[in-house]
């Protein structure tokens, strides 16, 4: 069972920020920016281009209802999508509200957030996309 496995489980705390009958979306506890989010499937899904294509457009159609709302609630130009992992062996995608394309690079220093910020940005983004 991976990490993220575990969040959807309940099984370690996130900060959620959506969630469908297939889907999970949370605050990354390593953001980039104020809001980055991350997407996952509920199923356990090593490699995103292992899910069936039905999976992945709707995993992307649910992603873009979570960018609208975070870009309802923070102040950005858009949202960049990034679907990297290597560090995490569960498919997701990266949501990052940005300012610039500087902004979506994974090798910046990583920003901290108070547990009451985190838990109130994902409120506000959680409530923006159940608005939608």
């Known amino acids: 069972m991976t990490i993220f496995s575990k969040i959807i489980a309940g099984d370690i705390p996130s900060y959620k920020c959506a ?35 039905e999976e992945i457009a709707a995993m992307q159609v649910f992603a873009k209802r979570v960018a609208r709302a975070i870009g309802e609630v923070l102040p950005c130009r858009k949202v ?14 990266h949501l990052v509200p940005m300012q610039n394309e500087g902004d979506l690079n994974f ?20 409530n923006a996309f159940d608005n939608l």
């Open 19 to 53: 969630e469908d009958d297939r889907f999970y979306a949370f605050l990354d506890i390593n953001p980039l920016q104020k809001g980055h989010t991350l997407v996952i499937p509920k199923r356990e899904v090593d490699y995103f281009f292992d899910l069936t294509d």
């Open 80 to 93: 960049g999508q990034a679907v990297l992992g290597l560090e995490v062996p569960h498919a997701h995608i």
């Open 107 to 126: 090798a910046n220093s990583k920003k901290q957030f108070s547990p009451e910020e985190m838990q109130q940005t994902a409120d506000a983004i959680r």
